[in-house]
Every structure is written in structure tokens, then in C-alpha cells.
């Protein structure tokens, strides 16, 4: 999983970029955690309780994004996923989710989000 991160110049304002198939995360990671290094700590301290045994899950659901771990993984969905609008489609026809979803394991997202608070900290 690969990723980047910028804070635009003129505002302040962050964001994230992920690999393709991991870009609902920079989404997450720009919108729901953005420049606040408490949420980013909330996080990292369900992985710890998780990864000690204390927790088996954990959610964050947020504006637009939610967050799920367990003891193996981590995904980042789209709160529009849980509307089930699909009677309303044509026979043949399905919605488009692959950018509105996405996994990893719990130490890549570790790793990302103590590469975000990192940067958080470098670029203010």
C-alpha cells in the first residue's frame, strides 16, 4: 500500500493520496481524520488495544467514512454503502463501489497513520 501525503500551501487544508486500489483511504484519512491529531491518536489506540488482546473490533463511523478493524484487518468504507438502493436499478445493472471501499491489515494502516501524524507534526 502505497501513499502520500500534502498540505495545500494557501489554506492548510491536508490530504492524502493511496494506491489505486486502496484511494478510499486517502479519502478517509484527508476528510474524517484531516488535521486533528486526537482522532488520529483515538485510532492508533484501538490498534494497541486490539493487538493486546483487549479488543476483538472496533468502530469509527464518521461523516462520510467509516472505519471497522479486527484482529486482522482494517476497512475504510462509504456510508452510502449501507443504502440499499438496488431494486431501484435496471436488470443487468449494479453499482459502481470499488472506490468506496477498501482493506488492509492492521499493521498497514499502523503504519500510515503513524506516517500521518508524522507528518501532521513536520508540516505545521
Request: glycine share 8%.
Amino acid at each position: 500500500m502505497e501513499y502520500e501525503f500534502r498540505r495545500n500551501g494557501l489554506d492548510g487544508s491536508v490530504m492524502a493520496r493511496f494506491s489505486m486500489e486502496h484511494e478510499v483511504m486517502g479519502r478517509w484519512f484527508g476528510e474524517e481524520l484531516g488535521d486533528k491529531p486526537a482522532a488520529t491518536a483515538a485510532v492508533l489506540t484501538a490498534i494497541a488495544a486490539i493487538q493486546a488482546g483487549e479488543l476483538r473490533e472496533w468502530r469509527l463511523t464518521g461523516r462520510e467514512f467509516s472505519l471497522e478493524l479486527d484482529e486482522e484487518q482494517a476497512r475504510v468504507y462509504a456510508n452510502v454503502l449501507g443504502y440499499d438502493n438496488q431494486d431501484e436499478l435496471d436488470d443487468g445493472m449494479s453499482l459502481y463501489d470499488a472506490e468506496l471501499e477498501a482493506s488492509c491489515g492492521l499493521e498497514d494502516l499502523e503504519a500510515a497513520l503513524q506516517s500521518w501524524q508524522a507528518f501532521l507534526v513536520e508540516t505545521r
